[in-house]
């Protein structure tokens, strides 16, 4: 993307863009220069991201995890903390590459590329995922996915936006309010198999519409587009869901952990559309009667 995409709080912006009453949310006020400088952060990201995506001398190693890492999770996220550490020094960090430093009560959570694999593999469903939590609640988010031209944002109070060729556009969650008609996107099979609850994912693709493993950041913004109505996953980190937080919940969603706690510290995420979250809490863990 590589540039600063207009967010609902720039004074710039044109009164009729926006519904009635969104930019002069008090609690979007609070939040407006923290979306702001999250803004700027994703652009700073993009610029060290995209020009590596798919680039033949990508350096990869492995982590003590035996996960993946590349030159560019190392190089974005390190754009990110020097821009934070000249514009918010007093605020902490708590970044998927580099740990965590400063104070929690205001901290912001990074994963400079979320589906690295998929970033090592050349498959442009990949993103930055920045968020400012505030007490350990997400209040800013701003997921930017450059190979794809696309960037999502919010703020408490002040909606969900993503970015269009004319104006910005808000976000809602769907209006579907039936199993039967709803669509839903897991990380992976084997995903839910690990964490004990391979006949849970079995149910709900049986009770589904549809049912697709899109996999990584992009699910969630597909939820806050309306376009699907619950992703779940486990083995979760902070800075793998926290950006994503505010986006659905200013689109109209509801994001718990697996069980329903409103948390992003359980490892397991239930999202959803916010109609059909009782429903898939009960559909997940009722075990069926034979």
């Known amino acids: 993307m590589g540039r600063h995409v207009k967010s609902s709080t720039d004074s710039s912006t ?7 009453g969104v ?3 008090p609690a979007a006020t609070d939040f407006t220069s923290d979306l702001e400088l999250a803004l700027r952060l994703a652009d700073d990201a993009d610029a060290q991201s ?26 974005t996220e390190r754009a990110i903390r020097a821009l934070l550490a000249a514009e918010r020094p007093d605020d902490g960090i708590l970044g998927e590459e580099f740990g ?35 007490d350990g609640v997400p209040q800013v988010g701003v997921v930017s996915m ?4 696309r960037r999502w944002w919010a703020s408490t109070g002040g909606g969900a936006w993503t970015a269009t ?19 839903v996107s897991f990380q ?9 609850h391979l006949p849970a994912l079995l149910r709900v693709a049986d009770r589904v519409w549809r049912d697709r493993a899109y996999g990584d950041v992009y699910s969630y913004m597909l939820l806050a587009e309306g ?32 069980d329903g706690v409103e948390t992003i510290s359980d490892r397991s995420v239930l999202a959803s559309n916010g109609l059909l979250h009782g429903a898939f809490i009960e559909l997940t863990h009722t075990i069926p009667t034979s």
């Open 14 to 20: 044109a009164a009729d863009d926006y519904p009635e």
């Open 23 to 25: 930019t002069d949310s």
């Open 50 to 75: 995209l020009p590596r995506f798919d680039a033949s001398d990508l350096k990869v190693s492995t982590k003590a995890d035996r996960t993946h890492v590349t030159d560019a999770d190392l190089a």
């Open 100 to 134: 965590t430093e400063g104070d929690t009560h205001r901290q912001w959570i990074i994963d400079p590329i979320d589906g690295t694999a998929n970033f090592m593999r050349g498959v442009p469903l990949w993103g930055t995922m920045i968020s400012l939590a505030v």
């Open 146 to 149: 450059p190979a794809l031209g």
């Open 165 to 183: 060729d004319a104006a910005p556009r808000r976000l809602e969650t769907s209006a579907v309010s039936s199993l039967d008609d709803a669509a």
């Open 188 to 196: 992976s099979i084997t995903q839910w198999a690990d964490a004990g």
């Open 227 to 258: 376009r699907l109505e619950m992703v779940a996953e486990f083995d979760v980190k902070e800075y793998d869901i926290a950006a994503a937080v505010p986006i659905v919940r200013e689109a109209g969603g509801t994001f718990t952990s697996f």
